[in-house]
């Protein structure tokens, strides 16, 4: 599901009009729900919105006085006025279009509408701020407070703007590190930016630079990727060599791994170089045996060829990409043997368990000597029973075994 929380300045007269209207502009059919349907919402708008043979489902939250109170706890308790929010959902043929056998033209097509949506409406609603949720952790999209663009800790992958909250974010160069992947004006003077077309883009759909409803629309140009340093340690596995993979459901990828979103993987590479559980013979992703360049494409390549009889809900990433994370890191000589990482995942500590993974791969290789059979290493491990999360770990790591 895709979720955009529309921070406006003013209240939406009729919403349900806004949405048919912008609905029948893009060329959607839109059915109401009715209210009382066990899943509708009194404060909700939910409709069946499709084209031929597609559909999906839009729910626009109106928030109440009555509701208001709830809704600032569970978000951000200094949040006074709470935003109103489109929802997409039960859109299975975008979040998983390999295995509902969409073809990229096909996708292409519903994406290009589906995003003329999201920008149509939000000019009908003049929406002040509007963070695409999903990707990121979406505390860090919300803001606190007004005045919102001095409240928001982390900008989104996928945002549209109104030209004062630009204005007052500093303007593009000021907002970001590296231009964004794409950048649109609207003739609301509202702009859209995509910084990366990953994680959120499930294929090579490129967004549109000549259309109706924009202004302007550019691929700025960001040079040559910067060295990202990722490889896949199980590149270095052969065929029936089995493993530990430490790794996140899709919606799950953000700028940083927390240690609550990992789930260890006992895995076996396969045949066609997928890793598949050891318990279930389930796939979980491809192996990354070629580096295709940049870090959107790298995390892309691991569920680039989805076998048939793959489920959604086995589709995982895996957060060892860096170099600094050996193959000795992750490999097996039996199933019920532990690894580094499985014994980096069980240390009851609230270290980042890949920042911590990644230290170490780093400070050994420094080191000069293997992970593997180092009596270092196992007196790190002794020593982080009580290891203090405030030290600093690279420091620490570096006094342990340099």
Not at 239 to 258: H, N, S, Y
Not at 380 to 395: G, K
Request: glycine share 4%; charged share 30%.
């Amino acid at each position: 599901m895709l979720g955009l929380p529309y921070y406006t300045k003013g209240d939406v007269e009729d919403i349900d009009v806004a949405i048919r209207e912008t609905c029948a502009v893009v060329g959607l059919e839109t059915e109401r729900v009715p209210p009382e349907q066990v899943s509708a919402d009194a404060h909700t708008s939910e409709y069946i919105v499709s084209q031929g043979e597609w559909d999906f489902t839009i729910a626009f939250n109106v928030e109440s006085e009555d509701n208001q109170a709830d809704t600032n706890t569970s978000r951000s308790q200094d949040f006074e006025v709470p935003p109103s929010e489109l929802s997409i959902s039960d859109a299975r043929w975008f979040s998983d279009p390999g295995i509902n056998g969409i073809g990229q033209d096909e996708y292409q097509q519903r994406v290009d509408i589906v995003f003329e949506f999201i920008c149509r409406l939000a000019m009908a609603t003049d929406v002040e701020y509007a963070p695409m949720l999903g990707f990121v952790d979406p505390i860090q999209c919300w803001p606190t407070d007004y005045p919102i663009t001095d409240h928001i800790e982390e900008l989104p992958i996928f945002g549209i703007y109104s030209q004062s909250a630009l204005e007052d974010l500093g303007g593009l160069e000021a907002m970001f590190d590296r231009s964004p992947w794409y950048v649109a004006e609207l003739p609301s003077g509202h702009t859209v930016v995509i910084q990366e077309d990953f994680p959120w883009n499930k294929r090579d759909w490129s967004p549109p630079t000549d259309a109706a409803f924009l202004e302007t629309a550019t691929f700025p140009d960001s040079g040559e990727y910067a060295a990202h340093d990722f490889a896949d340690p199980f590149a270095a596995l052969e065929t029936d060599a089995i493993g530990t993979d430490l790794c996140v459901p899709r919606e799950k990828i953000g700028p940083e791994f927390r240690n609550e979103d990992l789930e260890l993987v006992r895995v076996r590479v396969d045949e066609q170089r997928d890793l598949r559980r050891l318990d279930d013979g389930s796939f979980v992703r491809n192996v990354v045996d070629d580096d295709p360049g940049d870090p959107a494409a790298f995390m892309r390549a691991m569920l680039e060829e989805i076998p048939a009889g793959a489920t959604a809900d086995d589709l995982m990433v895996s957060a060892l990409l860096k170099d600094a994370i050996q193959p000795a890191f992750v490999r097996l000589e039996d199933p019920a043997d532990e690894t580094i990482v499985s014994r980096v995942v069980a240390l009851d500590s609230d270290i980042n368990k890949v920042e911590f993974l990644i230290t170490l791969g780093r400070v050994a290789r420094e080191a000069d000597f293997s992970v593997a059979d180092s009596r270092e290493i196992e007196q790190v491990f002794e020593s982080l029973e009580t290891f203090d999360a405030t030290v600093d770990l690279d420091q620490y790591l570096r006094d342990r075994l340099l």
